[in-house]
DNA sequence: TGCAAGCGGGACGTTATTGGTCCAATGTAA
DNA sequence: TTACATTGGACCAATAACGTCCCGCTTGCA
């Protein structure tokens, strides 16, 4: 069953947000025995003239009796809920997941895709896929997108599509290089989104790790700086978080920092900074990219990652508190909610 | 699973259609491993614009792959189609008997429910919903629809729904009274579609099987003959089907008209005709009712009857060749494929 | 190498659909 | 009877869908 609701998300993305919002009026609709439809448009969050086509859709479907005195429940209606209860944890369960996080972070908007990318390959492919699929929604014309590296933004790259060129966009990395692989360096997302979606791009052929002085002197350079404040002044930012550890070692972090922030119990990495449990900052570094100040500007700040290992450390990059919206997977996402039940 | 197909198609009744649009769509671009927008939309039978958005949808799904060249299949398109494979049948098996069906009577359309009414009741029940849905279709303004009796026809009416009045529509019986329950007259039903839908409606109170003195003089009262008339200039005709032999007896005809009908092969009953297994009539008599003339004469003539028992006598009656609509159930319409491969 | 057919995609005007808002008629309960 | 809440109709604005035409590009054939 699974099986063909994955298959009629890909063929119709939307329709459990249709069958959804169908369900919950419905359901509304039996607990109140009788209801009106200003009442319940304002207790589904619905507005008036949306509510009332849905309800005569209903009504047409013979699931809803309407007469003067209100709406209630027909047999058809009650059997249909009945026969729909089973159905419900498998086909909303992880929108419902996705609404308790978005609240608790007070995040726009939050999307979860069923396993676990720890595991499972198949789910890190759908993680991206989600991924492009916030990124498009966000994106309107004559945008900046900053992206970060990381397998998982790699991952997102490779599948982006676009429906037309969107040609007045500009994809920038948020950071300089790192010693990683070269697929995941942010300018190779950076440009391969860019020719993926027929959009432009720029890239910053700096070193992401920086003494002071050599920041200094590097920002003295006119392209170099041309391209910084680009980065600086984009509207949209994608970012994966990863584990505070394993970043500043694979980012070759001295031995004495990581001594430190270890100490200060620094728990999660994302764009270039660590956190702890409670979404502090533990270390700063100067940078040719993306600084806090940025982050905090920025109109979208999207954090994408998944797997049950890196829940913690989205939990704690959420409590940072600066992101908009939240992609993850299904394991991720419980790890979090049992974060949540905890405190 | 056919649960929540079950399901979907009361909260997105026309759910099934889109995705069958856009798996026939993926799939002739498979087959045609590279092929262009105009034909494809011409192989397809859809417009160009319907088709382009179509296919800018499933590029921005990554399941289309669209260049200057023309349109491909991307893999994940592929494996969609590869896992759709065994779904197909179940869920889009009826939609392609019933285009054989239409096809083979020249049928303006032909709904077929799953399941067989002889066994299930719940199969029945449907039938009669997707009678509705039919007839809702066919209905305007103005119009008046002919209804006979029988248990099918009773169930339709007793599941009708409209959004909204229809005050300007009447429902009269095709036909006078039967020997019949009360429930399965055609005046009762026509009366309750009247009642659940907010239509007018008017009786026939004549019996059906009448002598021919009987007929003259019955038609020389005004109040009569002026429902007759409204009969008569039906635009719509909703009408079940049955077994000659049975409904024969039920009807109380003279034993000889029995024998020769029998003789004759009379096979199929509707509208109070009979048919043998060539559509032909093998028996007339003087009605008050609807005559075969009328019948021809008739704008829509909606069939509906379920059951795999009544799959012969259902295409007897399609052979009569004046049904626009077939309304039945799986395994009559199983049965029915199976006459016309014996042809 | 040149040509023509077929391709995607842009553009534009028209039509159909959806959503917001207001109000009249109606039924219900106090 | 009155007051309230109900549905359902009406209307307008915004938007989406659609039909149609054209342009520039690629590609395969001559």
């Known amino acids: 069953m699974q099986s063909l609701i994955d298959i009629q998300q890909q ?30 448009a304002a207790s589904l969050n619905l507005t008036e003239r949306v509510l009332r086509a849905e309800t005569d859709f209903l009504k047409g479907q013979g699931l809803l009796l309407i007469d003067a005195a209100g709406m209630r429940i027909s047999d058809a209606g009650r059997r249909l809920l009945e026969n729909m ?9 992880l929108s419902d997941l996705e609404e308790r996080i978005r609240e608790r972070f007070g995040l726009k908007g939050v999307s979860i895709v069923p396993g676990d990318s720890d595991t499972s390959p198949y789910t890190k492919r759908e993680l991206g896929r989600a991924g492009c699929a916030a990124l498009r929604k966000v994106m309107g014309k004559d945008d900046v997108v900053a992206v970060t590296g ?6 997102l790259a490779g599948q982006m599509m676009t429906q037309a060129p969107l040609k007045s966009n500009w994809f920038v990395p948020a950071r300089g290089g790192l010693g990683e692989s070269l697929d995941y360096q942010a300018n190779t997302i950076a440009s391969t989104l860019a020719k993926r979606t027929g959009a432009q791009y720029r890239l910053l052929h700096v070193p ?26 984009a509207r949209i930012v994608v970012h994966g978080i990863g584990d505070a550890m394993v970043m500043a070692r694979r980012r070759r972090v001295d031995e004495s920092v990581i001594q430190a922030m ?8 994302a764009f270039g900074y660590y956190f702890d449990r409670n979404g502090e900052v533990v270390h700063k570094m100067s940078t040719a990219g993306l600084r806090l100040e940025d982050i905090v500007e920025t109109e979208v700040v999207i954090a994408i990652a998944g797997g049950r290992s890196k829940g913690e450390a989205i939990a ?12 993850t997977d299904e ?3 419980l790890e979090i909610a049992a974060i949540m039940d905890r405190e």
Request: charged share 25%; net charge negative.
């Open 11 to 40: 063929l119709l993305p939307d329709l459990l947000v249709v069958m959804k919002k169908r369900y919950l009026i419905l359901r509304q609709v039996m607990l109140s025995d009788m209801i009106g439809r200003r009442t319940l």
């Open 85 to 93: 209860e089973p159905l419900y944890k498998t086909m909303f369960g």
């Open 150 to 155: 990381g397998s998982t933004l790699a991952n």
């Open 208 to 233: 992401d790790h920086l003494s002071d002085e050599a920041y200094m002197s590097l920002m003295q350079e006119p392209n170099v700086r041309e391209i910084v404040e680009v980065i600086r002044s």
């Open 262 to 269: 270890e100490a200060e119990k620094a728990l999660a990495e």
């Open 316 to 327: 704690a990059v959420m409590r940072f508190g600066h992101d908009d919206m939240l992609v």
């Open 331 to 333: 394991a991720a996402a």
